[in-house]
């Protein structure tokens, strides 16, 4: 299960059942969804959503949008096609271009999530820098 979407996301809204045990199970005569596959392709939509939305906000979001859920979803499909061959058609490769397209708007501000909350401080994080001494420096000019 996901971070921004689960199995419920997806069955029926986006593929029906017996379609996702299909793409998901690599054993054959098998009828059950393979549901470490099924959380692997979510993971790595997730990890595809956040790639665009980490540009513009902070994450992990503290909840999924609507917007956020169906594009996870949509990405969660077209990556579950992707694992068997011949199995994208015009529609889906077309749908997936519309998402990233839409990602790109969200990662560049022309589209937004709506109003998210401000990231809360963490106490345990502290901005720490580190230098050299400088090489050339007006104590050190007179020598050269």
């Not at 199995?7 to 059942?17: A, R």
């Not at 939305?53 to 503290?62: C, S």
């Amino acid at each position: 299960m996901g971070t921004y979407v689960s199995q419920s996301d997806i069955t029926p809204g986006f593929v029906e059942q017996q379609h996702l045990v299909q793409l998901t199970q690599d054993t054959p005569g098998s009828d059950e969804v393979d549901t470490d596959v099924l959380d692997a392709v979510i993971a790595a939509a997730e990890a595809e959503v956040d790639g665009y939305l980490g540009v513009r906000y902070a994450l992990p979001l503290p909840s999924a949008p609507p917007l956020v859920k169906s594009l996870a979803a949509r990405l969660t499909v077209y990556r579950l096609h992707r694992r068997r061959p011949g199995t994208i058609g015009e529609d889906l490769q077309k749908d997936y271009d519309r998402v990233v397209k839409l990602l790109d708007r969200l990662a560049d501000g022309t589209v937004t999530l709506g109003p998210q909350p401000e990231p809360t401080e963490n106490p345990e994080r502290v901005i720490q820098s580190t230098s050299t001494e400088p090489v050339f420096g007006r104590a050190n000019l007179e020598d050269f």
